[in-house]
């Protein structure tokens, strides 16, 4: 078996600026730009059930291109995620993908 050597830093956002200049920035500075926005939107508003809000709009994409990369293998997908089986056809039923 060999040892995986790749950290959170290989999930990055690629975008095109208005000059054209490319940038790469971790996901995660993705994602907290987005909360902030979000958040600044609200004005005021109570909000609930964020954390299964932003869950969900990280997870469905990620199910959906894990479960493409394995061409539908479940075993191989849940492996790569780490998580059992059962936990993943959980997962993709929530989301309406079995």
């Not at 690629?14 to 054209?20: A, H, N, R």
């Not at 964020?50 to 990280?58: D, H, R, S, T």
Request: proline share 2%; net charge positive.
């Amino acid at each position: 078996m060999f040892e995986q050597n790749l950290t959170s830093e290989a999930l990055t956002v690629t975008t095109v600026t208005s000059q054209d200049q490319i940038t790469q920035k971790p996901l995660r500075d993705s994602v907290k730009a987005s909360l902030k926005n979000y958040l600044a939107q609200l004005n005021g508003q109570e909000v609930t059930e964020l954390y299964e809000l932003v869950l969900a709009e990280v997870e469905q994409p990620l199910l959906d291109i894990i479960m493409q990369y394995t061409r539908g293998n479940q075993t191989r997908a849940a492996t790569m995620m780490g998580i059992n089986r059962g936990t993943l056809r959980k997962k993709l039923k929530k989301y309406g993908m079995n």
